[in-house]
């Protein structure tokens, strides 16, 4: 795993070579303890146009304030249902009403241009397209739905 200063460096590098929009992800970032001391390293850079995080949402609620001091400018949450019966059943997990404050969370700490990802899953929460495009207008967020594509 890279340390942060790594991730510095190679981003430093990245935008000397014209590249200007940054985006935290894969797995789960905010795992990663002090994530908004890497965030504050890498808002240093002044070529970095767009510096974006991508999350579950589950963690965000408790970091939103200090990774928008940090410099953050965006979030894209993945969210792919509004009950929280069928979140436990796609995620195997009881966190939703993390994700929703995560959500509200990014509202409240000032992050705009906010994303809402969607895997449409047909006969499993396709029947919540219309609830999801209310539900990310309320939240100030875009939500952008992805076709699942079965790959095994």
């Known amino acids: 795993m890279l340390t942060f200063e790594e991730i510095a460096r190679l981003v430093e590098v990245f935008t000397s070579l014209g590249v200007t929009d940054v985006r935290l992800t ?12 890497l965030v504050q390293m890498l808002a240093a850079n002044s070529r970095i146009r767009d510096l974006a ?14 990774l928008r001091a940090a410099g953050l400018h965006r979030v894209t ?44 899953l047909r006969g499993v929460n396709d029947d919540e397209l219309a609830d999801l495009i209310e539900f990310g207008r309320e939240a100030a967020a875009e939500v952008r739905f992805i076709e699942y594509m079965d790959v095994g």
């Open 26 to 37: 894969g797995g789960e970032p905010l795992l990663r303890r002090d994530l908004p001391r």
């Open 53 to 66: 995080l991508t999350t579950n949402g589950i963690l965000f609620g408790e970091q939103a304030d200090a």
């Open 77 to 120: 949450f993945s969210l792919d249902t509004l009950r929280p019966e069928r979140f436990l059943a796609l995620t195997g997990r009881d966190t939703h009403g993390e994700v929703l404050e995560g959500i509200a969370a990014a509202r409240r700490s000032g992050f705009t241009n906010s994303k809402i990802d969607t895997v449409v």
